[in-house]
C-alpha cells in the first residue's frame, strides 16, 4: 500500500507544506487520518527475576587463593537494549584471546571466538553444564561485563588473573538447567566484542620393560643434549613419593579441587622421563626439570578436566618458561584454549599431543589437531598401530603406547594408549630441537616408515627414532 499526503479539495498549499514536514518526521497522512509510525523501534530486552546481584567469588576449580579477585555488589542498571536485526543475518561476533570488554579498544594476534551456529549439533555431554567462560584484558573490564550479564542471571562462580597469558577468565555459573548454548548467544547480544565458550572437558588418552626405549633405538649414554632441559606436564597429580622419582626436579602446582583423578597416568610419564635406574627404569631425559600443572579431577564419568582448569595451567607453565609442554589429553575445539595454545607456540615451547584413542573413524581430537601442535599415534612392539588410535590428516609422528612398562600409582604397570606415545615423541624431537635448528625436519627424515612411503593418516612421517647427536 502506498503511504503518502492524500487532501480534501480545498486544503491550502501551506497545509500540503506541513504534512510534507510530517511525513519526514516519520508521521504518515493516511485517507482523512493521522497515523503515527516510528521509523525505528528499539525496544529493551524483558528484564528476569534474579537473586541479589553481590556476587562473592566461589571459586571451586581455583588456581590459588590470591588469584582470585574480590566481587563488588553490583548496583541495579538498565540493561542494554538488543538492536532491531539488520536486512542480512548479523556476523559473528569478533571475539579474541584477549577479549574485548565493553569499553575497550580492539586487541590485535589472536583469532575470534564466536558463539557456536544456532544449527551446531549440540552434544552436551562434552563441557561443564550451567557454565560459561570468558575472557577480559583487565579486572575492571572483567568486572563491568558481569554487572551486564547479570541481567541474564549469570553469577560469577570463579575469576582470575593468568598473568603470563596477559588475560583474565571469569567462569559464570547459569540458572541451574538452563541452555547453555543459549545463553551464550544471548550473552553474545548484550557484550559483542566479548570472548565466551564452554567450559569443555577434556579426558586422559590411556587404556590401561623397556621395549619402547628400545623401540625408538634409545640408549642411556645419549641425552647429554637434554640434560639442563625443562618440561612441562599438564595432567594428573604426581606421586612426588613414588621410588622411580626420588630426588628427582619436579615441581608441582595443583589447580584442581578434590576429589583429584589418580596419579597413575602422570607418575608414568614422569617415570618414562626421570625414572630412577636404580630403581629399574631406562629414563629419557633423566636430568631434565620437570613441572607438572595437576588438573584432572575425579567424577563419575572418570577422570576428566575443564577449558578452565587447562587455561590456568598453561599459563602457570608459560610462567615457568618450560621449552615442551605434554599433553596426553583430547576433547573439543575450544576458541579460548586454542589461542592459549597459539601464544605458547608464538613463544617457541613445543607441543606435542595425543592423537587420541577413539577409534579410525573419530573426529580428530583437540588439542593434537590444532595447527602447530604435533599429534602423536601410538604403535606396539612390533611396529603395528594401535587398534583404537585416531587416524587423520593430524597425525604427526608414531610413538611407542602399546603396553609400555612404567610406574603406576604406587608401583609399576604396563599402560596402553596414544598417551604413552607422546612422551617419547616428545622428548625425541626435543633432543633434535637441542641438537640444531632443524628439528622437525631431522625428526622427519629419521622416522621409520611404517606406511605407504611418506607422510599418511595411519603413521604419520612413521616412528620416531632418537637422534646419534645427542651426545
Not at 88 to 101: C, T, V, Y
Not at 207 to 227: D, E
Not at 345 to 374: E, M, R, S
Request: with cysteine; glycine share 6%.
Amino acid at each position: 500500500m502506498k503511504v503518502g499526503i492524500a487532501t480534501r479539495p480545498g486544503v491550502r498549499p501551506a497545509s500540503r507544506i506541513l504534512f510534507i514536514g510530517l511525513v519526514c518526521l516519520g508521521v504518515a497522512y493516511i485517507g482523512d487520518g493521522l497515523v503515527a509510525t516510528p521509523l525505528y523501534a528499539q525496544q529493551p530486552p524483558p528484564r528476569q527475576e534474579q537473586e541479589s546481584l553481590a556476587l562473592p567469588v566461589q571459586n571451586s576449580d581455583a588456581v590459588s587463593p590470591d588469584a582470585a579477585y574480590p566481587d563488588a555488589a553490583y548496583p541495579d542498571i538498565d540493561p542494554p537494549p538488543l538492536i532491531e536485526p539488520p536486512s542480512e543475518p548479523p556476523r559473528p561476533p569478533r571475539g579474541s584471546l584477549m577479549g574485548q570488554g565493553p569499553s575497550s579498544l580492539p586487541w590485535p594476534n589472536f583469532p575470534n571466538a564466536a558463539p557456536p551456529a544456532p544449527d551446531a549439533p549440540a552434544d552436551e555431554t562434552n563441557h561443564e553444564p550451567d557454565e560459561l567462560l570468558m575472557l577480559t584484558s583487565s579486572m575492571p573490564e572483567a568486572i563491568e561485563a558481569a554487572r551486564i550479564l547479570s541481567h541474564l542471571s549469570f553469577r560469577i562462580k570463579s575469576r582470575q588473573s593468568l598473568e603470563h597469558l596477559d588475560i583474565v577468565l571469569s567462569v559464570f555459573r547459569l540458572p541451574s538447567g538452563s541452555d547453555t548454548r543459549q545463553l551464550q548467544r544471548q550473552a553474545a547480544q548484550y557484550l559483542p566484542d566479548a570472548t565466551l565458550a564452554l567450559n569443555h572437558r577434556y579426558t586422559l588418552q590411556s587404556a590401561r620393560h623397556q621395549a619402547g626405549q628400545q623401540l625408538i633405538g634409545f640408549t642411556p649414554n645419549q641425552t647429554a643434549c637434554l640434560s639442563d632441559v625443562h618440561v612441562g606436564l599438564l595432567d594428573t597429580s604426581v606421586n612426588l613419593q613414588h621410588p622411580a622419582l626420588s630426588e628427582r626436579a619436579i615441581e608441582l602446582m595443583p589447580l584442581a579441587r578434590p576429589p583429584l583423578a589418580s596419579t597413575s597416568h602422570a607418575t608414568a610419564i614422569a617415570s618414562l622421563w626421570l625414572g630412577r635406574p636404580d630403581a629399574g627404569f631406562l629414563p629419557l631425559m633423566p636430568d631434565a626439570k620437570l613441572s607438572v600443572a595437576a588438573v584432572f579431577r575425579d567424577t563419575p564419568r572418570g577422570p576428566d578436566t575443564t577449558a578452565a582448569l587447562l587455561l590456568a595451567g598453561l599459563d602457570w607453565l608459560l610462567g615457568q618458561q618450560v621449552k615442551a609442554v605434554n599433553l596426553a589429553l583430547g576433547g573439543p575445539e575450544n576458541p579460548l584454549l586454542s589461542s592459549a595454545l597459539e601464544t605458547l607456540l608464538n613463544h617457541d615451547i613445543l607441543l606435542v599431543a595425543a592423537a587420541g584413542n577413539q577409534g579410525h573413524d573419530a573426529t580428530p581430537l583437540y588439542p593434537a589437531a590444532q595447527t602447530g601442535i604435533l599429534a602423536i599415534t601410538a604403535v606396539d612392539a612390533r611396529q603395528q598401530i594401535y587398534r583404537d588410535a585416531n587416524r587423520g590428516q593430524q597425525i604427526d609422528f608414531a610413538a611407542p603406547g602399546v603396553q609400555v612398562w612404567a610406574a603406576s600409582d604406587e608401583g609399576t604397570a604396563y599402560h596402553t594408549g596414544t598417551s604413552f606415545a607422546v612422551p617419547f615423541a616428545l622428548a625425541v624431537i626435543l633432543a633434535e630441537k637441542q641438537s640444531g635448528q632443524k628439528a622437525l625436519e631431522n625428526t622427519r627424515a629419521n622416522a621409520t616408515d611404517l606406511g605407504p612411503l611418506g607422510r599418511d593418516d595411519i603413521f604419520g612421517w612413521g616412528l620416531v627414532r632418537w637422534p646419534d647427536n645427542c651426545k
